[in-house]
Structure formats: structure tokens, C-alpha cells
């Protein structure tokens, strides 16, 4: 075992030193480019760069600087002038490589060359970006011969929207609507949920509704860690007298307490702002129950006084009301107590809260959606803001936090297996083409079809699939019997080892770099998370000249696997993107209106969004009350008490599969990401303590063996019956069979797991 590890209980706030502390530990590592600077200055400012990392709003004012700690490492980690060049790959076999971790594989640096996989030698070499293209066409043609839909188009939830406009229509004149990305192993979900009852599938909360919550109720979102920029609008909330409540099976520091390292004053008294007034720790999965117990108390307290729900509103915009009142009426405390893990009272107060409010907002993240029951979840937590009329009103309103930069921009844009949510016809008239009508592969099918073997060629835009993908194990292994692998990156990463019998690795700009085409500079587009669309220029040398714009590299790869057809443009969209969103909005009229002009809006323009205007573009036509399927969202352990639920994690020094380092300061574990936090009573009853080593072995009926060795025991103030550990470590510990139902989102948040005491001392994965 490492002697850097260091587990010791964090005293401080968010932000604050830590946070100055921990940048400047990261610059040094990352020996950054002096461009470094002057890029962060110029972070989520107009005119500036739109943040890699998180999705959250950009302020038509910003702070002087207006990052975070996490943001400002994502643009490090890009900015790094460490480089995997073709002598780095030369010297370093595939294989030796998937005995490196997460973070060494990064850690080599950007990606400067288009690289082949040798199979006879077992390395990347560097080729001609003519040749990888035509050798990437001629393999498409012929798979596309036998069956277009044997191919999956992946994208990773930062690329563009041009990039991503342009990748859909790739897929979709390729012959198929196999457009899975990161969003089907996140919000996809919210996706789901939020149509069927408000008739939208984003949320409706804007940033300056933060400045007229009356009560904030926050579920499953570690904003500390994952969106820190939204602490901001957070503490002056709290500072205005906005109530805060948070639900959550972790004390999440950011969520407890925070100082803004934007503030001198702050930094310097060493003043911090107490974010949450109530701090209910919920078992995993156990929102549901809390939320119908918050109801049902609303329901009593309006049975024994009234003037607490909002009539005139449910009168008017609702449907269901009835069917939802009478579930709260017949389920018994004793049952939501067990099954949320929170005591009635706790509930009752909660309530309390919530009459009080007249704008009540709901914020959540992957600890509502990553759960078999993750729809429902969503649901119910509406159900909840229903009932005082807290959608389409100032201060209240919906609000999931998306992850990925650009995800929900992605998707609208086209990036859906979901044909029905893509305006084809419209497709069909601008470039006379059939497009494919049946639905595509999501994350989760895609996985089913590449361990059968009926997927034969992956393209990657971005990201880390096969290492955020459930079933590790069994995934690593079919992986390489495809045909055909295409990754376009930045940077080296685990899923670019196991590769088909035809491999590319393909590096792209990053988003901060100068992206020169023919017509001059370029600039891109995102959506943020409060369904904002804003511009981003690159203003960072490109770390190797060889490096193509992803819009580039997507419409060589048309070209060379597609019949020419004239009237798309590839070439002219390459040459100047404003051309490409010029097709965005003759795709999409109503939302993209004079997209290269409104792009500079100051804060982004805002997509028109139904449910806060109250109109329900739903079946009823109304805003749907769901009486909820399951009261536990997670999976039943029945009697078993030596089942676990596992919450697999972020860290505070990760971006997804991305490590940073092995610092996660406010959970106190430094030096090592082997570790499985568990509750002391727990620990008792199986007979562990403090610092021993255990395997996590999954409990599952399918008789296939899941285990993750080697991890250190953290006793922790996590609820009983429930443990966690980090992602994307434990994947290997979840059967690729637990998703949500309807959305398919993988349940990362609840897999069941028996903890076993290893004999004798494993070798813990040491620090850098
Ligand atoms: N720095 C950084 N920023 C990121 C990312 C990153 O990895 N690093 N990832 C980005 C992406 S893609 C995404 S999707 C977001 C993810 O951001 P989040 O939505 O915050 O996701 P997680 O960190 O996985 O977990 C969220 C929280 O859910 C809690 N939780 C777990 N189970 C339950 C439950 O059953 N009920 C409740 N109420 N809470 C539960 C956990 O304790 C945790 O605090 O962040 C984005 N931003
Ligand atoms: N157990 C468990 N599993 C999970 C989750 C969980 O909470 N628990 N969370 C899920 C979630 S919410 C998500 S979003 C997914 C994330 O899944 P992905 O989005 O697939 O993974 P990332 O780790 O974000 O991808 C990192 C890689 O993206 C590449 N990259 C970075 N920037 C760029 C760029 O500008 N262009 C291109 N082309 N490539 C770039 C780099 O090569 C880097 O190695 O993981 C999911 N998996
Ligand atoms: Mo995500």
C-alpha cells in the first residue's frame, strides 16, 4: 500500500485555499502552456471560450474570472504541453499500456498524430490522415454494403453543435439512427421523464430564477465537486434568506458550507456561507419514499387547515391530481420511513419548508437518475412541485444538472437513437435522402449488440465508452472482435486499447485551441444547462499542427464512406462553420432564429421552452401528477441485510473517466481511489475495521461473477445498508442488466454488492 494515502476527515468549506491550492498542484503537474492564463481569463466570457468541463449556465455578467476549481483543471488538462507522441507510442506496446491506470494514460498527454493500430506489433504508428481516411471509408463502405445498421456513431457530450449536426447526419445517411452518447448513461432519464409530465425533456429553471427561490430542494447533485461555478448563485441565494435543502446519502461539502475564492473578503476573513439549512441523508434509492412522505404531509396538513396547495393551478394545468393523492393516502409512514431511510418528522419539516416557499425550485443529478427506478424519481419530484404550482412561475421551476459541456445541446441537434425526436422530414427536404426510421442502438443496446458481435464498427466521437460502459469485464473482451474502431480524442485513454481488427486513433482539437479553416477563425456553439445556446472561441495554440477540427474529421469520414450527394456541403460547412449553422437553423427554424447573430447574446439566447409559458405539450395537454411505480428506487434486497447498495462516485479531482489526481479533498481520501466508504454499524456486523482491504463482489441472480479486489474500508457517515465507491473502477461491478426502466441509463447509483475481507495484503493502487 501506498505510503501517500492519507484519510482524514476534511474541516474546511468548499472553494476557499483548498480549491487555490489544489489548481496550483495541478498546473505545475500539468506543466502547462503559457497560453494557460490567458485562456482562463477568458472562460465562460463572451467572446471567450465556453468551459470543458460541467454544463452549467454562463452569467450575461461574469465574475472577473469566471471558473471554478474543476474548470480551470479541465482547461489545464487540455492545456497540457505534455505530449503521446508517435515515439512515445513506438516505445510502449497496447498491452503494456492496459496495465497503466486512468490517470497515467492521460497523464502522457495530447494526442498529436493520427495513429494505426499494428496488430503485429502491438503499437500504434502514426499514418497519413489521407490514408486513415481512406481505409476508414473503404471499411465503412463494406460493412455498409451488408448492413448500415452494424455500425455505431458514439458521441461523448462535448463536441459542438456544428460538429454534432454534422455527425448525426453522418449516421443518418450512413443508414442508421445508432447515435448513442454519454447523455443514455446520464440524463437520459430526465429525458424521459420530463416529457411525459411537463412536456419537455429539459428543465425550466433559468439562472435568474436563483434570484427568486423562496426554497431550494436539492437531490442527488454534488454541485461542490461536479458544478462549483453554481455555488455562486447558490450563496447568494442563501445569503438572500432562500431555504436550501438537500437530499442526499453523503454530507457533500459543497452542498454544507462554501467560501467564494471569487471574493477577497471572503478568502481573507476566512468567512463561509452555510449552503444548506436541512441536510437529509436519504438511503440510496430512497427518494422517492422521501418525497411521497413530503407529500403525503402537505396532503394531511391541507386536510386539517388548507390554504397550503395551489388549487387554482392544479384546476387548471393538471391532470392525475386525484390518483396521486390517494397513493400518499395509503402508504404508511412506517413504509416510507424504512424505505427512505429519514424520519417522519423529517419529512414533516421538509414539508413545512416547502409550504412555507411560494417559489420552490427542484435541482437534481445522477443520484436521481442512475437508479432502476430513475424515472419514477424524476417524476415524483414533480408530482412535489406540482402541487404548489412551482412550474412556470419566477424563483421555482425544475432543474436538472447536466454534465458534459455540450450534452443537451447535442441532442438538440439530432444526436438521438430516437427517431421520433428528429425532425427527418425536414432532413429529407434540405438533402434528399430516406432517412433511417427505426430506432437506433442506445448506450445500453449498443453494449448487447458488440458482446454478440452483431455491431462491427464503433466510431467514438470523444469520450471513454468502453470505461464508463457498465460490464467491464465481458465489454473489454468482445470489444476487439468488431472490425472496425475509430476514436477521435485528445487524449489517450483505456478504450483506445482494445481495438478491432481495423484501429484508428484519430486527435482533434480541443475546444480552447484556434480552429483556423479556409474563411479564417472559427467559432463553435453549445447549449448549457438551463437550455442557453452561447459561442465559443478558441484562443490557444494548437499543441501539434497536425491535429483536425472535429467538424474536419466527421465530414472526411462522410466523404470518404458515403455516395457523393451535392446538396450536402461537406466542404463548405468545413470551410466556415457559420454555414453549418445555417443549416442547424434551417433544420430547427424555431428554436435556432438567426443563429449567427444571437450566438453573442451576452448569457446565451434561450431556446423557448412550453412548460414555463404553462403550456403542457403532453398527451393530456395538461402537466401530468404520476402516481409513482416503485417506492424504492433502487433494486429490493429483500431480508438480506449482507447485500449493499453501491453508489459508485466522482471524485473532487476527476472529470468523468478522466483522473486528475488522487485528491478527493472534501471526502478527506488522499493517495488512492481504492477505497469503499462504509458505515460504522455495517462494518460491525461483517466483522471489518478501519483500513482493511476487501473485494466487492456484485449479488446478482445471473450467475456471473463481478468482483472488484484490493479496496482499503473508509469507516464514513454514509447510511446504513448502503456503501460507495469510485467510478469508473467498480463498473466492472455492474451487470450491464441494471438500467433504468425506460431510459436505459445504467443504475450506477445502486448496485448490489457483498463485501468480503481479503486474506493477506493486496497491493493498492498507489499515487502518482
Ligand atoms: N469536476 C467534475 N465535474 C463534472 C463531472 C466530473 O466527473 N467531474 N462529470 C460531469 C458529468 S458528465 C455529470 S453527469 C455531472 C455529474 O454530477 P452529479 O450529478 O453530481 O453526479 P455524481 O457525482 O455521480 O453523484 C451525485 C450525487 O448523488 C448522490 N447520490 C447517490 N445516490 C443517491 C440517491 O439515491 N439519492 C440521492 N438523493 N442522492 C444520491 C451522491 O452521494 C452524489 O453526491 O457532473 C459533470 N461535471
Ligand atoms: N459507474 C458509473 N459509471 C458512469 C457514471 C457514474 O456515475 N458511475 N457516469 C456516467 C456519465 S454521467 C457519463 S456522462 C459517462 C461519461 O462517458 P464519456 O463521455 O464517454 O467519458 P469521458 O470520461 O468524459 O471521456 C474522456 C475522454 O474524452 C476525450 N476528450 C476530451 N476532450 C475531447 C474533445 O474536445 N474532443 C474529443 N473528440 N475528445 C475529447 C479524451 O480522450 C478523454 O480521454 O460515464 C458514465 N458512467
Ligand atoms: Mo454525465
Known sequence: MSSHVRIKRYEGPAGGWGSVQSLFKNALKNKVRLSTLDALLHQNKKSGFACVSCAWAKPAKPHPA??????????IWELTSKKATPDFFAAHTVTELRSWDDYSLEAVGRLTHPMRYDHLLDIYEPVSWQLAFEEIGRELKAIRADDPKKVVFYASGRASLETSYMYQLLARLYG????????????????VALPEVIGQPVGTVRLDDFEHADAIFFFGQNTGSNSPRMLHQLQEAAKRGCTIITFNPLKERGLERFTNPQSPTEMLTGSETRISHRYYQVKAGGDIAAITGICKSLFEREAASGGILDHAFIAEHCHGFDDFRAYCHEQSWGVLEAESGLKREEMEEAAAIYARANAVMGVFGMGLTQHKH?????????????????????????????????????????????????????LKELYGFEPPREEGLNTVDACYGILSGDVRA???????????????????EAWPRMRLTVQVATKLNRGHLFNGDVAYLLPCLGRIEVDRQETGLQVVTMEDSTACFHASKGRARPISEHLLSEPK??????????????????DDWVADYSEVRNAIEATYPEIFKDFNKRMWTPGGF??????????WKTETGKANFRVPKALSASFDNGADKDVLRLITLRSNDQFNTTVYGYSDRFRGVEGTRMIVFLNPADMARLGLRDADIVTLETASSDNVARSRPGLRVVPYNIPEGCCGAYYPECNVLIPLAQHAEQSKVPAAKSVPVRVVKQDGQIQLQAAE
Open 374 to 426: 430513475g424515472v419514477t424519481s424524476v417524476q415524483t419530484l414533480i408530482n412535489l412541485l406540482l402541487l404548489r404550482g412551482n412550474i412556470g412561475k419566477p424563483g421555482a421551476g425544475i432543474c436538472p444538472v447536466r454534465g458534459h459541456s455540450n450534452v443537451q445541446g447535442q441532442r438538440t441537434v439530432g444526436i438521438s437513437e430516437k427517431p421520433e425526436l428528429v425532425p427527418l422530414d425536414k
Open 66 to 75: 469566471e471558473f471554478c476549481e474543476n474548470g480551470a483543471k479541465a482547461t
Open 606 to 615: 434561450e431556446k423557448p421552452l412550453s412548460a414555463n409559458k404553462r403550456e
Open 458 to 476: 464503433f466510431v467514438g466521437l470523444g469520450g471513454n465508452f468502453l470505461r464508463a460502459v457498465p460490464e467491464t469485464g465481458p465489454m473489454e
Open 553 to 570: 474529421i466527421v465530414a472526411e469520414i462522410a466523404k470518404a464512406s458515403l455516395p457523393v450527394n451535392p446538396q450536402v456541403p461537406w
Open 176 to 191: 442508421n439512427n445508432n447515435l448513442p452518447d454519454s447523455s443514455n448513461m446520464c440524463h437520459e432519464t430526465t429525458s
